[in-house]
Nanobody, 126 residues
Framework: QVQLVELGGGLVQAGDSLKLTCAVS????????MGWFRQVAEKERELVAA????????YYRDTVKGRFTIARDNAKDTVSLQMSNLKPEDSAVYYC???????????????????WGQGTQVTVSS
């Protein structure tokens, strides 16, 4: 069984930095495309960043480009999201997700992700 566990959420002030880490167990981690999604209550879950299986390709939504960095360590079965210059609008529950079945270098569609973590709250105060 595949498990994803997110760590690192919390309450920070605008302009601060925060790093989220997701530990994955249960399968060969390097076979997954990894993504970080976020969701605010009553809104749709949105993809924040994604990284290809070997880490050569990345995707960022426009609102986080230049502020967030996704990285993976296939030796440690982890994926991280380094967030800097955080803004109040970045406040959300952040989810780690893994895509295994899709035959693509990277994917931005939530429906193509097979496994999800439980989420970690990030709150940015102004």
């Amino acid at each position: 069984q595949v498990q994803l566990v997110e760590l690192g959420g919390g309450l920070v002030q605008a302009g601060d930095s925060l790093k989220l880490t997701c530990a994955v167990s249960g399968r060969n981690f390097s076979t997954y495309i990894m993504g970080w999604f976020r969701q605010v209550a009553e809104k749709e879950r949105e993809l924040v960043a994604a990284i290809s299986r070997r880490g050569y390709s990345t995707y960022y939504r426009d609102t986080v480009k230049g502020r967030f960095t996704i990285a993976r360590d296939n030796a440690k079965d982890t994926v991280s999201l380094q967030m800097s210059n955080l803004k109040p609008e970045d406040s959300a529950v952040y989810y780690c997700a893994a895509a295994w079945r899709i035959q693509a270098v990277i994917t931005t569609r939530g429906s193509t992700y097979d496994y999800w973590g439980q989420g970690t709250q990030v709150t940015v105060s102004s």
